[in-house]
Structure formats: C-alpha cells, structure tokens
C-alpha cells in the first residue's frame, strides 16, 4: 500500500472486532511515530499503551463513555512533554553533529532558548509546538494502522483530569489524544470534506 491509498483508506473506526492485536504490530505503530518530525528534534510525545480491560473501561467513562474507547482490544494514550524544550541544547548539538544544522546555530538559537532567558511568549509557543508535533507523530500510527489492517479513531472527547489519574500522568505532561487501535469491525464510507477552493488560496490569503 502506498501512502496515498491509506491516505485515502483511512476512516475513524468506532467498532472493533475482539481479536487481540499482536504486540509485533503495535510496536510498528510506536516505531512510526518515533520517526515522526519534530521542532528542532525535540520529540515531545510519549505512549501509553494499555491493554488492561478494566483500566479500558475506566478510560471509556472518562471519555464520556465513548463505546469504541472501551471496545478496542488496545489503547495508545499518546502524550506531550511541555518540558521537551529545557532539552534543546541537547537536540541542537545532535543536528550540529549530525550534519543537518550548522555550527554557529548553537550560538545563535540557544541561548535564546535557555529555560532562565526565555520569554512567556516564547515558552507559550513551544508548549504549542509539543502539542502540534505530538500530533504529527500520531497521524504516523494513524496512517501506518491503515497498512496494517488495523483501524484506529482519534479520540479527544475525554475528561482530562481523570485520564491522567488513572493512568498516573505527571502535570508537566499533557494527554493530546486517546487512539483505540484493533481491526475493524465496520467500513464507514468517506465522510464529508470541504472542496479545495474552500481551503486554498493562492500568493494572499482569501486571493483565488
Ligand atoms: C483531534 C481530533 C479529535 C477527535 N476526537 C474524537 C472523539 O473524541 N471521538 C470520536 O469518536 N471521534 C473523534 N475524532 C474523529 C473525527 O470525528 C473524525 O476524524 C471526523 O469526523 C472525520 O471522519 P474520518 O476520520 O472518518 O474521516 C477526532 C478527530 C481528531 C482529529
């Protein structure tokens, strides 16, 4: 399958069917999302795998009882570090030595970076740069998930200070999203998109 066709393949899945998913799979998912992009490499995004049914249906009534929560054989609680950033002097050096970034970067955008210097509004951005990239590296599984055979649902619905009670997540880390994952028991149509000429514009926003 190439990436247009689970592109095109991909459904938000609400039904799953009981068969357990290999762990051999799950870990491909993780892998896809461990090689996701991020800014200035800062790989903010962390997993929770949870296969514990009881701890499922907890999660299920902290999503206000969303059925497919509860239903799926595995749950991927995919989080952000907000903190991510106080390691960018580190991330830095690694691109410098890898080739991607040149030296002088290290003079230039660090100290700018380093956490006593740094200003609310840039600390508001990176917290919004965790968010965001955590987001990319859970499309990765999303759209890897379709390759396998597996579906999978986004799931934002959910009551975040029970899920990180339940699942004991520190306050320096923030839930982006629950993903149910299991082969699907359902194949819903494509569901409705805006047309391109909604969303496009060309050399100035709103300019056909
Ligand atoms: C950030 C985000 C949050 C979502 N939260 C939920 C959710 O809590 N429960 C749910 O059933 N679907 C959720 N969805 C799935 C959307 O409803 C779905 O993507 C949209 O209706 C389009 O359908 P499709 O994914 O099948 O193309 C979410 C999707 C995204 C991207």
Redesign the pocket.
């Known amino acids: 399958m190439n990436v247009k066709e689970a592109i095109t393949k991909?459904?938000?899945i609400?039904k799953f069917k009981a068969d357990p998913v290999p762990d051999e799979l799950i870990l491909q998912l993780l892998e896809s999302a461990r090689l996701a992009p991020s800014g200035s490499n800062t790989q903010p995004w962390r997993f929770i795998v949870v296969k514990n049914p009881e701890t499922m249906q907890r999660l299920q009534k902290a999503?206000f009882n969303?059925r497919?929560v509860g239903q799926a054989p595995v749950i991927i609680a995919c989080c952000a570090d907000i903190k991510a950033f106080g390691e960018f002097p580190e991330r830095i050096d690694e691109l410098i030595v890898s080739g991607a970034l040149p030296a002088k970067t290290r003079e230039v955008f660090v100290p700018s970076l380093k956490k006593e210097g740094m200003s609310a509004d840039i600390k508001w951005h990176l917290i919004i740069a965790a968010v965001g990239n955590t987001d990319i590296a859970i499309e990765h599984m999303v759209l890897q998930a379709v390759e396998l055979g597996l579906g999978t649902?986004?799931?934002?619905?959910?009551d975040d200070n029970k899920v990180k009670e339940i699942l004991e997540i520190p306050q320096n880390i923030e839930i982006i999203?629950l993903l149910p994952v299991g082969y699907p028991d359902e194949d819903?149509p494509?569901?409705p998109r805006f047309k391109l000429e909604k969303i496009v514009y060309y050399e100035k926003y709103g300019s056909k």
């Not at 649902?153 to 959910?158: E, N």
């Open positions: 991909r459904r938000s609400r999503s969303q497919h649902c986004w799931v934002r619905w959910f999203a819903p494509q569901r």
